[in-house]
């Protein structure tokens, strides 16, 4: 679950009138499961969310249920996570466990996404990455050319955005500054014409491109005829992927290929600026552009 899942989640509980804490580690110090920002939900009856498990949620959701059954206020507690819990991780905490009202949900800060992603093709590599993207805090563009390319019976969270439209490069455009691209479409003349375009932009931070060495090469000459610049096409990353990871199952190259996205989102010059309104919500676009 996502921070923008889990604030979601919030308000539809407190819309319903469901009765729920809110335990927020308020302030951390040294190493601890999950840092100062971090929230959990519990209810009488679910928990979503999480601090980090073991001991230390547990413990955590026993006392919020005991003060959301006597009806308490806020409360804070300071925990030494050796001392006090015997966990290995020797920092300390702070953790605040409220009420969920009106005041919890507008204090919650809307999180800026880890980065924001064009995902171009929609085959089985692009499906099986949309599938772990589903649950880390990004933005996606996912783009196609083909409506009959995305899978019908998938229901996708609110920070992945399927776009079909064409012609398909030309959404380089609409990239949000800082962004960064995978391509990986049926068509190598199709992620030629992405990639021309994508290297010619000065939106896009970081770009990425399924194939071989061999079809690297190709692509170097190719681009290097239509006068793209030296320096753009040797910081193409291609072929992609995290290094050590051997395999061409679409599930195995997801994986290599998400983590690469995050090695490159833990660069700050890479963070794209935080979203005006509900995080992973689509910005305002072309209205040309045909939206399934």
Do not use: N
Not at 22 to 35: A, I, K
Not at 47 to 72: D, F, K, N, P, S
Not at 250 to 257: K, L, N, R, T
């Amino acid at each position: 679950m996502t921070d923008a899942d889990l604030h979601a989640t919030a308000a539809a509980w407190l819309a319903a009138g469901r009765a729920a804490r809110v335990v927020q580690v308020l302030r951390h110090r040294g190493s601890v499961p999950r840092e100062a920002g971090t929230r959990m939900l519990v209810a009488g009856d679910a928990v979503a969310g999480t601090i980090g498990g073991g001991h230390l949620e547990w413990q955590a959701i026993q006392q919020a249920r005991v003060r959301l059954r006597l009806g308490e206020p806020a409360a804070e507690r300071d925990i030494a996570l050796g001392p006090t819990l015997g966990q290995c991780c020797g920092g300390a905490l702070t953790l605040r466990d409220a009420p969920l009202d009106a005041q919890a949900l507008a204090d919650w800060p809307q999180p800026a996404p880890l980065f924001t992603l064009q995902l171009y093709g929609a085959g089985h590599v692009g499906r099986a990455i949309v599938a772990l993207l589903a649950g880390i805090d990004c933005r996606v563009q996912w783009i196609d050319e083909r409506e009959d390319a995305f899978p019908v019976d998938q229901t996708l969270p609110a920070h992945i955005e399927r776009v079909c439209v064409e012609p398909v490069a030309a959404e380089v455009r609409a990239a949000v500054p800082g962004s960064l691209a995978l391509i990986l479409t049926h068509s190598h003349d199709l992620d030629l014409a992405i990639c021309e375009a994508a290297l010619r932009s000065d939106r896009l931070a970081w770009v990425g491109l399924i194939g071989s060495a061999t079809k690297r090469a190709r692509f170097e000459h190719r681009l290097a005829a239509r006068g793209v610049a030296p320096g753009r096409i040797a910081a193409l990353a291609c072929p992609i992927g995290v290094p050590g990871i051997t395999g061409k199952q679409p599930a195995v190259i997801a994986v290599a290929v998400v983590a690469q996205l995050l090695q490159q989102a833990s660069t700050a010059a890479l963070r794209p600026p935080a979203l005006t309104g509900r995080p992973g919500a689509a910005q305002p676009c072309d209205p040309t552009r045909l939206h399934r």
